[in-house]
C-alpha cells in the first residue's frame, strides 16, 4: 500500500512539474501617487521594472516583481503662524523606492486579475524643505520629518493581453506603513497619511 502511494505521490508532483514553466519580461508606464490625508496634489511620474512568472495553470500565476516606482506627492501646503501671523509654505516631498511584490495573477482568456502584498524600500528621497519658524530668531523647521523607509503594500489591479508578448495593466497599491509625518498648524485630525498610487502600463514577456 505504501509502495502505491509513493508511486501516486511522484506521478502527481511529476505531472505538476511537466505543467509549471517561467516566464520573464520587463514593464514599465505612468504612476499617480499620493499620501492620504496631506494637503497636497498627485506627483504624476512614472515606474520601470522587470518580473518572473512562474505559471502554474492556464488560470493561475505566481509573479514575482522589482520596480522602480516614485511616490510621495507634489505642492503640499504648510500653514504655520507666528505673532499672529498665518503663512503658508508648499514644496513638493518626492520619495523613491524601490518595490518588491508577489502577485497573485488569475487568467480570464485575455484578461487578467492581479492581487498580492508587497514591501516598498525607500532609497532616494531630494533634501527636504524647511521654512523659519519665528524668522526673528532665525530657527527652521523641517516641513515634513521622516516615519519610515519601509512600507508594506496591496496590491490590487486588471489586465488585459493584447499579444501573447504584450498586455496592458492597471492597478492601485494601498501602503499601510506611515512615510511622513508634516510639520504643521493645519493637520489638527489623527487619520494615517499613507502612499497611494495609481499605475498604468504595459508588460513585455519574453519568448
Known sequence: MRKILVLVALGVFSQMQAQVSFDAGIKAGYSASIISGLDADYRNSFYAGAF???????????????????????????????????????????????????????????????????????????????????????????MYSNNSDLDLTINLGLGYKITEQLSIEARMRQGIVEPIYVNSYNYYNYSANLNRSFLVGLNYTFK
Not at 495573477?105 to 519658524?133: H, Q
Open 52 to 142: 518572473g512568472s512562474l505559471n502554474f495553470t492556464k488560470t493561475y500565476n505566481m509573479q514575482f516583481e522589482a520596480m522602480f516606482l516614485q511616490q510621495g506627492v507634489n505642492n503640499l501646503r504648510v500653514v504655520t503662524t507666528d505673532y499672529n501671523n498665518i503663512n503658508v509654505y508648499e514644496e513638493d516631498a518626492r520619495l523613491n523606492y524601490l518595490s518588491l511584490n508577489l502577485i497573485n495573477k488569475f487568467n480570464l482568456n485575455k484578461f487578467s486579475l492581479y492581487a498580492g502584498p508587497g514591501i516598498d524600500i525607500k532609497i532616494s528621497e531630494p533634501d527636504r524643505a524647511s521654512y523659519y519658524n519665528y524668522p526673528d530668531y532665525g530657527s527652521t523647521t523641517f
